[in-house]
């Protein structure tokens, strides 16, 4: 019997020492970081504005960080609805921006980093107008779902960069129903704190202009 259990005990250690080796590198939401919002940025010259970068971290199940992971956003659930992205990605070049698909990709550092800064806006007229909610944009890692961002967009209407015209966009938005192209710190409500971000983005001078033309 005593050698049964060792045997037993010795296929049981290698199950472990197997599923662990598996699980390693393989991304896993519980241990790596998206935080709650992303926002798009408008552009100065070309150059979309630094003030929407947007930075994940992506970790395996050890907490150990995962180099040249590929991480994609998904913006469909979002374009549906008021989100648009530029057809235009300066910081996204090539394969990394799917107009299509509405996707934008980054890969990780060695830290296991990803930075996005994607350009855009909304369709926000004013007048607190139906848009998307939290966490429309979804989040995968080599495939591997991550999560979900809320996506902002201080350039509220998609014109002229960010101006007093999205500020009055912007606050239709603040004391009517929630929409998530207004919640700039991604905490499910539009608030004063938002409006301080807006102001970043509003004189920050990174965001004078819009896209040129958005994805279909």
Request: charged residues 10%.
């Amino acid at each position: 019997m005593t050698g049964l259990v060792r045997k037993a005990t010795l296929f049981c250690a290698c199950g472990l020492l197997v599923a662990g080796v598996a699980m390693a590198g393989v991304p896993d939401p519980a241990t790596s970081s998206l935080g709650t919002v992303i926002n798009l940025g408008g552009n100065t010259a070309g150059t979309v504005d630094v003030l929407a970068n947007k930075s994940v971290t992506i970790r395996d199940a050890f907490n150990n960080p995962i180099q040249n992971s590929t991480v994609v956003i998904t913006f469909t659930n979002c374009t549906n609805q008021d989100i648009r992205l530029c057809n235009n990605q300066p910081s996204h070049p090539g394969a990394l921006f799917n107009c299509a698909a509405k996707t934008v990709t980054a890969v990780t550092n060695a830290s296991g980093v990803a930075t996005f800064r994607v350009a855009g806006g909304a369709n926000n007229p004013g007048g607190n107008p139906a848009g998307a909610l939290a966490g429309c944009a979804s989040v995968q890692a080599d495939g591997v779902p991550m999560g979900n961002l809320t996506v902002g967009a201080p350039d509220e209407n998609n014109i002229g960069g960010v101006t007093v015209a999205d500020l009055s966009a912007f606050g239709g938005d603040r004391f009517g129903a929630y929409r998530g192209r207004s919640d700039f710190n991604g905490d499910n409500a539009v608030t004063v704190a938002d409006l301080a971000i807006f102001g970043q983005f509003r004189f920050g001078g990174g965001s004078v202009a819009s896209c040129s033309a958005g994805c279909p």
